[in-house]
């Protein structure tokens, strides 16, 4: 208990920790960690309450009815109770938006955050959708698998983050 | 597996994801553009020990027969202008697909706008994926991984290698910059709390 206590861990234990879920991701899901796929199966059951022919799309169907999509969907429900249980087990507060932006020289204001939060996320999925992965799928899962076409995504994602974030943001703070 | 376990399943894991990513500040839009900028190397860091993690994993489940590698096709096109694509969508929003639910557990309310961009982007791709995937058609190499290309060595062989450099990759970005040096504010805070409740 006294390491939830901490405030922070080496990125090194992080890590670890993150790579020994691929033990029971490949045991007992027989599939590797991943993030975005669950997006699909979030977009099919919340679009199907308004286009009730969303499931003749093949793409949708198929992240609305396989199992290990329903096992990703909770993975990603759990990182949420676990960022909380983190956050809350250190004693430290909530707030509107991450102090970290003041130190990339990025504005603060709600509604610049909340814009820049929806333009990016909708960049985000469509990005790692087209992939077919991202940072988990492709990157720690891809690259542990020595895959090909993963380690040319991560390069590619590390090629358009770079660029951008040295057009958007400020090096020193 | 029972759909019910396999929920208590992914819900167990990803609570054990999650203080990985919150204990690590990886999922702090900071962090991960200031790895971008080469100004935080703790994203770079993280991410080399879970790969190396996993490759040892990997290696060991694949080399009893306990575990079948599910390694994703290499649709040429989709991967180079998908991973471009994602990659500015982590700089603008300051998250990925996964860390972003960090930090609604967080608490921030700006990350429920990322989600719901998330979505309309997913569906977006899903509406249109025939349009989109024949536009950026270049073929496809298939499941191919870097163990087919050296047909010699077992996966387990070159997936231990590859742990290994990437251990001596580890090594000398600690030398050349330690991760406490990063997550300096945080070191002094908690330093600080602690002071505090000893002269309370």
């Known amino acids: 208990m006294d390491l939830l206590r901490q405030n922070v861990w080496s990125p090194y234990l992080a890590g670890i920790i993150i790579g020994l879920l691929q033990i029971p991701a490949f045991l007992l899901v027989d599939t590797a960690l991943g993030a975005s796929s669950s997006f699909v199966t979030g977009t099919g059951f919340i679009f199907s309450l308004f286009d009730s022919s969303i499931t003749e799309i093949k793409y949708f169907a198929k992240y609305m009815s396989k199992d290990k999509y329903f096992w990703q969907s909770a993975l990603v429900i759990g990182i949420a109770l676990g960022a909380l249980i983190s956050y809350k087990a250190s004693g430290r507060k909530a707030s509107f938006s991450s102090a970290s ?18 333009i990016g996320g909708f960049v985000l999925l469509v990005g790692a959708r087209i992939a077919g992965g991202c940072t988990s799928g492709h990157g720690i899962s891809g690259l542990a698998q020595l895959g090909v076409g993963s380690s040319v995504a991560v390069a590619a994602m590390f090629a358009g983050g770079i660029v951008t974030a040295n057009l958007l943001y400020k090096r020193a703070s | 597996m029972e759909i019910f376990w396999l929920v208590i399943l992914g819900l167990t894991m990803g609570i054990i994801f999650g203080v990985a ?96 961009g998330g979505i309309m982007g997913a569906a977006f791709y899903g509406y249109n994926k025939s349009l989109i995937d024949g536009v950026l058609d270049m073929g496809s190499l298939g499941k191919i991984t870097y163990a087919d290309l050296f047909p010699s060595l077992p996966f387990w062989m070159l997936g231990l290698i590859t742990a290994a450099a990437l251990v001596v990759v580890m090594i000398a970005l600690e030398m050349y910059r330690p991760w406490k040096v990063d997550r300096g504010m945080d070191q002094n805070n908690d330093a600080s709390a602690s002071s505090n409740a000893a002269h309370a």
Request: proline residues 4%; hydrophobic residues 50%.
């Open chain 1, 101 to 118: 932006w003041k130190n990339i020289g990025a504005s603060s204001a709600p509604v610049a955050r909340l814009l820049q939060g929806f």
């Open chain 2, 21 to 116: 990513l919150e204990k690590s500040r990886v999922m702090e839009p900071g962090v991960l553009i200031g790895q971008f900028l080469f100004k935080d190397y703790t994203m770079l860091k993280m991410f080399l020990a879970a790969t190396a993690t996993g490759l040892v994993v990997l290696s060991g489940l694949t080399a009893l027969g306990l575990a079948e590698l599910h390694p994703k096709s290499f649709v040429v096109g989709n991967i180079i202008v998908g991973g471009t694509i994602l990659g500015a969508g982590i700089a603008i929003a300051g998250a990925c697909p996964g860390t972003v639910f960090a930090q609604i557990g967080r608490g921030y309310k700006d990350a429920w706008l990322t989600i719901i």
